[in-house]
T-cell receptor
Framework: GENVEQHPSTLSVQEGDSAVIKCTYS??????FPWYKQELGKGPQLIID?????GEKKDQRIAVTLNKTAKHFSLHITETQPEDSAVYFC???????????????FGKGTHLIIQP | DAGVIQSPRHEVTEMGQEVTLRCKPI?????LFWYRQTMMRGLELLIY????????DSGMPEDRFSAKMPNASFSTLKIQPSEPRDSAVYFC?????????????FGQGTRLTVV
């Protein structure tokens, strides 16, 4: 099945600076890479995703890049704000031993702390 | 829509007891997923359904775990008997269409503590 590695596990940045979170995946057939944000006491929520036919996607202060050759993708947050403090998860389609391929395998998460 | 609704939000039970977690997906969504979140293992996919049919349960850790989806608006995850290592936050999520084409919406989770 798919294996997703995520780094760093904790990231502290000054408000206004940029934050970068990186992930690698193992299944070269994977073609969809979402990023989820989880705030305290809540479930994860999709913030941006990218498909394998593009190398970069932007949405205001958030961008994601994908390198299919190296099998890694990254989340970039610019001009960070206090409300960006949360746990961020990368993910890739999972391929369970049961044959289904419609779940997601998540990275272990990055706790992003925005220092005022 | 109220989103994915899970109940209870918190559950404390004694080892050996049966625990049932409940989920109401978003109306019109045809996929339903159960995830478990722990500090050590992160978010793990346990099982998912498509049109109420279980498709992949390879993530279910043991036979003590079972899940059902009797209709399009309700699913349960049952642990019998429960053990302290089952303590975790359990999330239900739903999506309209395949996960590679659309967003998965998560509920707020059930925090399970087995003592």
């Amino acid at each position: 099945g798919e294996n997703v590695e995520q780094h760093p596990s904790t990231l502290s940045v000054q408000e206004g600076d940029s934050a970068v979170i990186k992930c690698t995946y193992s299944d070269s057939a994977s073609n969809y890479f979402p990023w989820y944000k989880q705030e305290l006491g809540k479930g994860p929520q999709l913030i941006i995703d990218i498909r394998s036919n593009v190398g970069e996607k932007k949405d205001q202060r958030i961008a994601v890049t994908l390198n299919k050759t190296a099998k890694h993708f990254s989340l970039h947050i610019t001009e960070t704000q206090p409300e960006d403090s949360a746990v961020y998860f990368c993910a890739a389609p999972s391929r369970g031993s049961g044959g289904g391929a419609d779940g997601l395998t998540f990275g272990k998460g990055t706790h992003l702390i925005i220092q005022p | 829509d109220a989103g994915v609704i899970q109940s209870p939000r918190h559950e404390v039970t004694e080892m050996g007891q049966e625990v049932t977690l409940r989920c109401k997906p978003i109306s019109g969504h045809d996929y339903l997923f159960w995830y478990r979140q722990t500090m050590m293992r992160g978010l793990e996919l346990l099982i998912y359904f498509n049109n109420n049919v279980p498709i992949d349960d390879s993530g279910m850790p043991e036979d003590r775990f079972s899940a059902k989806m009797p209709n399009a608006s309700f699913s349960t995850l049952k642990i019998q008997p429960s053990e302290p290592r089952d303590s975790a936050v359990y999330f239900c999520a739903s999506s309209r269409g395949r996960i590679r084409n659309t967003e998965a919406f998560f509920g707020q989770g059930t925090r399970l503590t087995v003592v």
